[in-house]
């Protein structure tokens, strides 16, 4: 199993910028590496159920967002340092939420959290208005 640390929540205001980081670690499932994992980032607002952001394909790069933080939110990976990233911009006070990283050795890509073996402890993301 992966282990997955995330860090670079924080507080900041409507409108700011933040940038999550996910460093994964950890005996590999059945000797792949991290850049054959799929990648993600979800979230979990208080009451509410844990909901998808963004997703990474380990075939082609291709990446995947909600709807509600498609073209603020950039998801990345540098292979290399087995850390995923999260750029989100603009940010508005409905992005308040615990943020995790999730990853998984057996899918190309997912958005449902159900697919992710592996998940982070979750960085707390505070937007003020």
């Known amino acids: 199993q992966v282990q997955l640390v995330e860090s670079g929540g924080g507080l900041v205001q409507a409108g700011g910028s933040l940038r999550l980081s996910c460093v994964a670690s950890g005996r590999t499932f059945s000797g792949r590496t991290f850049s054959t994992y799929a990648m993600g980032w979800f979230r979990q607002a208080p009451g509410k159920e844990r909901e998808f952001v963004a997703a990474d394909s380990w075939i082609g790069g291709t990446t995947y967002y909600a709807d509600s933080v498609k073209g603020r939110f950039t998801i990345s990976r540098d292979n290399a340092k087995n850390t995923l990233y999260l750029q989100m911009n603009s940010l508005k006070p409905e992005d308040t939420a615990v943020y995790y990283c999730?990853?998984?050795?057996?899918?190309?890509?997912?958005?449902?959290?159900?697919?992710?073996?592996?998940w982070g402890q979750g960085t707390q993301v505070t937007v003020s208005s």
């Open positions: 999730a990853a998984d050795g057996s899918v190309v890509h997912s958005t449902i959290p159900t697919d992710f073996g592996s």
